[in-house]
């Protein structure tokens, strides 16, 4: 949790929230992704100075276990001084403990964003979904949270101006706007009415013109006429020089094969590598999240 220090921006998690995206497909499937739509709504997370700390909590922790599909879990929430916004200690349930920063006590409209996380993780140890390692293990959470819609609620709860800041989670604002933009692609649903903090609908534009950059590179039609020069450019050098490395910086390779060459490249919806063959327009379909790609190879 970034309290007044500075909030790092940009996207130099991206590399591993990719591969969270792609490893939520693979062990939910494209049908149990989409069991978490519509969005959290709003009136669910709400959260007054004239709620009651305790109880307001337990109704909020409610609401993200119904949308989580996690019925059979309830929550007891706590408030203690620590460092991190909160703690879930994941036993085999059926009661999971969670235990928020008592900053939270007197910034209440925050504590939906802070139960979100840390409901997520639930959700994943239940999944026996993980990463090695806390850091990635934490960016899997944030990127899970954000893409099966509880996570517009952190990237709410990012405000900064000249004196103060707050920014809960491990993801940067922007790449909290690159996931909920992925959703928002996937899902026909727009966020933006949301959020409450300038900040956070600007890191949204900010994450959604770096999720339309994936939707338009090579071979995809939709790729601008420098990448399409580029890609018709290696892929002349590939068909020349058969197993040669592939060019550094793009987003695609070039494979040999017994029917001829290949190219490989990331499907923009789930990050899957996809490979189709050197031939023209051609129209793929990614077999983890079924989206259907025009290609011109």
């Not at 993200?64 to 996690?70: D, E, I, S, T």
Request: charged share 25%.
């Amino acid at each position: 949790m970034a309290n007044g220090s500075p909030v790092v921006h940009g996207f130099p998690h991206l590399d591993t929230v990719r591969s969270a995206i792609t490893a939520l497909y693979r062990r939910l499937s494209y049908d149990g992704v989409h069991r978490y739509a519509p969005s959290l709504v709003p009136a669910d997370a709400a959260f007054s100075d004239q709620d009651d700390l305790h109880l307001g909590a337990q109704r909020v922790a409610r609401a993200m276990v119904r949308h989580l599909h996690l019925p059979d879990a309830r929550m007891i929430v706590a408030f203690r001084a620590m460092e991190h916004a909160g703690s879930v200690e994941l036993a085999a349930g059926p009661e999971y403990f969670i235990e928020l920063n008592d900053r939270f006590r007197t910034h209440r409209r925050d504590i939906g964003a802070a139960l979100s996380h840390e409901v997520m993780h639930v959700l994943l140890h239940r999944l026996g979904l993980e990463f090695p390692g806390t850091r990635d293990n934490e960016i899997l959470t944030d990127t899970a949270t954000a893409y099966l819609g509880a996570g517009w609620l952190l990237l709410d709860a990012f405000r900064e101006d000249a004196t103060a800041s707050q920014k809960l989670g491990y993801l940067t604002p922007e790449e909290f706007g690159y996931v909920l933009a992925k959703r928002a692609f996937a899902f026909d649903e727009d966020p933006s009415p949301w959020f409450t903090s300038p900040q956070a609908y600007t890191a949204f534009t900010a994450g959604r013109e770096r999720a339309l950059q994936d939707s338009r590179q090579p071979p995809l039609t939709a790729a601008g006429w420098a990448g399409r020069h580029r890609y018709a450019k290696d892929r002349r050098h590939a068909q020349d020089h058969p197993g040669a490395p592939a060019a550094p910086g793009v987003p695609y390779t070039f494979e040999g094969g017994t029917d001829g060459l290949r190219v490989s490249f990331a499907c923009p919806t789930c990050h899957q590598r996809i490979r189709v063959p050197v031939r023209g327009r051609v129209r793929a379909r990614c077999g983890l999240c079924r989206t259907v790609l025009d290609c011109n190879t």
